[in-house]
């Protein structure tokens, strides 16, 4: 059964702080692995990822892949109050555009 | 620039009434839709997906069903809802997955 497991599930930090937010995956026929953020209401795209050891980066906002460990991470440096949301990480496979399967999601609370 | 739209935002309704939530994309051509279901403190649950007019395929088996009348319209129903149908609903569209899904804003449905 295809697994896709984030941690932790919740963290508190406070502005300025730096996170490191976890994805791991179990899936047959790997092919990417997607991280969106959702405030209030609709996910919205972050980051897509297909091959090992190549950096996505947004602003504050960097990823990274590692197909052999079937693991990514989501750092975001210098925390704001407007990066609190839930951040979802999601994974594809091989021979099938329509299968998405997600993890449960990083609540991330920045404090003030 | 394409645009989805979901509607209503909110939605409270008793045990064993009808359902219907529509889901309607502008700005692109043929593309898959989906209907995923997101429960509190959860991850997105895909339930539905469609390739074209008139193709559904479910993911999960319930009492829920989906149509695609038209090219860039999808619609959610239930004869009878179930308390257990209560959560968050996004529809969502990708032309082939190349950059990701992009969701809708998402209908909040109560089931009393």
């Known amino acids: 059964e295809d697994k896709v497991v984030q941690s932790p599930l919740s963290l508190v930090v406070h502005e300025g702080d730096t996170v490191t937010l976890n994805c791991s995956y179990e899936?047959?026929?790997?092919?990417?692995l997607l991280w969106y953020k959702q405030e209030k209401k609709a996910p919205t795209f972050l980051f897509m990822l297909t091959s090992s050891g190549i950096e996505k980066k947004s602003g504050r906002l960097s990823s990274i892949l590692d197909k052999k460990e079937l693991f990514s991470i989501l750092n975001i440096t210098a925390t704001q109050t407007g990066d609190s949301a839930v951040y979802l990480c999601?994974?594809?496979?091989?021979?099938?555009?329509?299968?998405?399967?997600f993890g449960a999601g990083t609540r991330l609370t920045v404090k003030p | 620039s394409q645009t989805i739209h979901q509607w209503p935002a909110t939605l409270v309704q008793p045990v064993g009434s009808p359902l219907s939530l529509e889901c309607t994309v502008e700005g692109t051509s043929n593309p898959n839709l989906y209907w995923y279901r997101q429960a509190a403190g959860r991850g997105l649950q895909l339930l539905f997906y469609s390739v074209g007019i008139g193709q559904i395929s479910s993911e999960v088996p319930q009492n829920l069903s989906a149509s695609r009348p038209q090219d860039r319209q999808f619609i959610l129903s239930s004869k009878k809802l179930l308390l257990s149908d209560s959560g968050f609903y996004l529809c969502?569209?990708?032309?082939?997955?190349?950059?990701?899904?992009?969701f809708g804003p998402g209908t909040r449905l109560t089931v009393l």
């Open positions: 999601a994974v594809t496979v091989q021979y099938n555009n329509n299968d998405m399967r």
């Open positions: 969502a569209w990708s032309q082939g997955l190349a950059r990701g899904q992009f």
């Open positions: 899936v047959t026929n790997f092919r990417s």
